[in-house]
């Protein structure tokens, strides 16, 4: 038997993910998560003892090399490609008025 989920859940569900449903569209998502339950209800009757609880489903590694100290970059060899350049800075764009700043 799914679990009763009511219209009046899901205009909160909607408000609260500020979406702006039609009362059909409401009708149709109260029985799809209903089914949805339905489901969860069945995953927990699954037996689970004994199971090692997992973050991820396959063996993950860290495939970033090792961080070890190297000198860094001149200001020559760091602004060699930059398109625009100005007093051993790269020149870029203005993003923002000068009011826009908070």
Known sequence: MAAV?????????????????SDDEVQLFAGQLAEIFAYFR??????????????????VTNVLREDE?????????ALANAPQREQGFFRVPKVLDQGSGT
């Open 5 to 21: 989920i009511d219209e009046e859940q899901v205009w909160h569900i909607a408000k609260l993910a500020r979406l702006n449903l």
């Open 42 to 59: 069945i995953l927990d009757t699954v037996d689970t003892e004994g199971v090692e609880p997992l973050a991820h489903a396959l063996a």
């Open 69 to 77: 100290p190297a000198d860094s970059l001149c200001s020559e060899k």
